[in-house]
């Protein structure tokens, strides 16, 4: 089945950088775009960037463009978010999510989810 | 960018009850609209893909239905593993993907 584990999340000081890890099996990962959502604490879902299934096109929220760059490794089956100049706005729980087909729609939507990583983002 | 408006903000019902939550869209989405469950302390768990499909494993008392702008979530008879907060998402038009603020079904 597919599996989603996020890592690397931790504490970091304004202005610093991190990259979180999503290691993915279970799946044919260089087939799916990916997704990054994140939650702050108590707040709701916010979408923060997708990447093509062979990494030629990335999207990202208006929130994170410039600082925040979505990767991936197809052959390790690891996909990436780097984070620079990271802001307290930026503290929540990091997800990553793999795309999916509805064939009866003809649209793409977020089917599997990890279980998460924490930023927090203070000094 | 499409705004996602849910209703209400929170829903006190018993079990056994039957819970309608609404989602509204601020565009036109046709039928791309996604529901997901989630839990205290875990990730979201997808329901409810192109308004009204089970995703697989989802039990019945789960349907969804609407379609353009307006669109509901309705479990039948609720289960005490069903009180949690449940998000609305559009894939309709994108960039950005995005969710509604969120409906928390609570115990009554």
């Known amino acids: 089945q597919v599996q989603l584990v996020e890592s690397g999340g931790t504490v970091v000081q304004p202005g610093g950088s991190l990259r979180l890890s999503c290691a993915a099996s279970g799946f044919s990962f260089s087939s799916y775009g990916m997704h990054w959502v994140r939650q702050a604490p108590g707040k709701g879902l916010d979408w923060v960037a997708f990447?093509?299934?062979?990494?030629?096109?990335?999207f990202y929220a208006a929130s994170v463009r410039g600082r925040f760059t979505v990767s991936r490794d197809n052959s390790k089956n690891i996909l990436y978010l780097q984070m620079n100049s990271l802001r307290n706005e930026d503290t929540a729980v990091y997800y990553c999510?793999?795309?999916?087909?509805?064939?009866?729609?003809?649209?793409?939507?977020?089917?599997?989810w990890g279980q998460g990583s924490l930023v927090t983002v203070s000094s | 960018e499409i705004l996602m408006t849910q209703s209400p903000a929170t829903l006190s019902v018993s079990p056994g009850e039957r819970a309608t939550l609404s989602c509204r869209a601020s565009h036109i989405i046709s039928m791309k609209l996604a529901w997901f469950q989630q839990k205290p302390g875990q990730a979201p768990k997808l329901l409810i893909y192109g308004a009204s499909t089970r995703a697989t494993g989802v039990p019945a008392r789960f349907s969804g239905s609407g379609s353009g702008t307006e669109f509901t979530l309705t479990i039948s008879s609720l289960q005490s593993e069903d009180f949690a907060v449940y998000y609305c998402?559009?894939?309709?038009?994108?960039?950005?993907?995005?969710f509604g603020q969120g409906t928390k079904v609570e115990i009554k």
């Open positions: 998402q559009q894939y309709e038009e994108w960039p950005p993907w995005t």
């Open positions: 990447i093509r299934s062979d990494g030629t096109i990335e």
């Open positions: 999510a793999k795309d999916e087909s509805d064939r009866n729609s003809g649209g793409w939507y977020l089917d599997s």
